[in-house]
Nanobody, 125 residues
Framework: QVQLVESGGGLVQAGGSLRLSCAAS????????MGWFRQAPGKERDFVAH????????SYADSVKGRFTISRDNAKNTVYLQMNSLKPEDTAVYSC??????????????????WGQGTQVTVSS
């Protein structure tokens, strides 16, 4: 199984930016579709963004479209989430996940079998 480690979280003021990184241990990183999810206190875990194995296809939750950008560097076994124009409602623990998924579209949730431990993002008003 691929191991995932997130970094880049922190405290930022509303309107600010953060860039999250997710480093994978597996040298076959390019076989996995990758996703970012977030969970706020007392709420369900929500989908944020996905990127296909090649990086050619991405998708986003409506709440982050136009503000967040997912990307990946298969040579570095890393997926990123650039977050701009942050809002207090973006406050959550952000986790990356990997799915052994050959199609360009976003995998169903149950296909994400490998998860990182999460990184806290706090946006102050």
């Amino acid at each position: 199984q691929v191991q995932l480690v997130e970094s880049g979280g922190g405290l930022v003021q509303a309107g600010g930016s953060l860039r999250l990184s997710c480093a994978a241990s597996d040298f076959t990183f390019s076989r996995y579709a990758m996703g970012w999810f977030r969970q706020a206190p007392g709420k369900e875990r929500d989908f944020v963004a996905h990127i296909s194995r090649s990086g050619g296809t991405t998708s986003y939750a409506d709440s982050v479209k136009g503000r967040f950008t997912i990307s990946r560097d298969n040579a570095k076994n890393t997926v990123y989430l650039q977050m701009n124009s942050l809002k207090p409602e973006d406050t959550a623990v952000y986790s990356c996940a990997a799915a052994d998924w050959v199609f360009p579209n976003s995998p169903p949730l149950h296909k994400y079998e490998n998860w990182g431990q999460g990184t806290q993002v706090t946006v102050s008003s």
